[in-house]
């Protein structure tokens, strides 16, 4: 079982940057994978970002690319995403699942994630 607990999001005008965190607890929190994903009012939830259990090993859909980076500290059992020049299309409730069966940083579909958090809603206005 792994609890996850994500905070940090907020309003923020277009070109600014916010930071995620996601504090997880159950499982030992360097065994596996995590991401990040977002979902927009009427839209499918979407693969924003993914870090493997060490770190070393990231990936990012394209529309971040440049922009969001993900990190963790595995001694604070937290995952962050760190999100700069921020655009009105980054809207949405952003949720940070764990993947524990896959432990580097290579999934993009949301149903291969196995517990998710409640999510923190990021706002961008214009």
């Known amino acids: 079982q792994v609890q996850l607990v994500e905070s940090g999001g907020g309003l923020v005008q277009a070109g600014g940057s916010l930071r995620l965190s996601c504090a997880a607890s159950g499982r030992t929190f360097s065994t596996y994978a995590m991401g990040w994903f977002r979902q927009a009012p009427g839209k499918e939830r979407e693969f924003v970002a993914a870090?493997?259990?060490?770190?070393?090993?990231?990936n990012y859909a394209d529309s971040v690319k440049g922009r969001f980076t993900i990190s963790r500290d595995n001694a604070k059992n937290t995952v962050y995403l760190q999100m700069n020049s921020l655009k009105q299309e980054d809207t949405g409730v952003y949720y940070c699942?764990?993947?524990?069966?896959?432990?580097?940083?290579?999934?993009?579909?949301?149903?291969?994630?196995?517990?998710w958090g409640e999510g923190t809603q990021v706002t961008v206005s214009s």
């Open positions: 699942p764990a993947d524990l069966v896959c432990t580097i940083a290579t999934r993009t579909n949301k149903k291969e994630y196995d517990y």
């Open positions: 870090i493997s259990w060490s770190g070393g090993s990231t």
